[in-house]
């Protein structure tokens, strides 16, 4: 029986020659191979396939900003921070050199 190997993943395999097995055995593994390729395909298509994804990801991420910039302002309008804010700033301009 004449083999063939065939390097699959860095793994040589064995590959059946059609003159090595059966016309039934050869049939079986066309059969097995065409199905293994389609599986593969639908699995790519599958996993690739996240359509709505991108568009949840940015509202979440949109009211998560809009959320936090709405705490930050009240949080920098308040008196103290503002008082604070001023402070350093007129500090910082009527610094002698």
Partial sequence: ???KTVAVSGIAEPVATRAAVSA???RALRRLRTRS???ARRLART???DD???TAEYAVGTVAAVGFGAVLY???SSDAVFD???AIITKALNATF
């Fill in 1 to 3: 029986m004449s083999e």
């Fill in 47 to 49: 996993v690739r396939r």
């Fill in 24 to 26: 039934k055995t050869w």
């Fill in 74 to 76: 009240k949080v920098v």
């Fill in 84 to 86: 604070g804010l001023s």
């Fill in 52 to 54: 709505g994804m991108s």
């Fill in 37 to 39: 390729a389609a599986l």
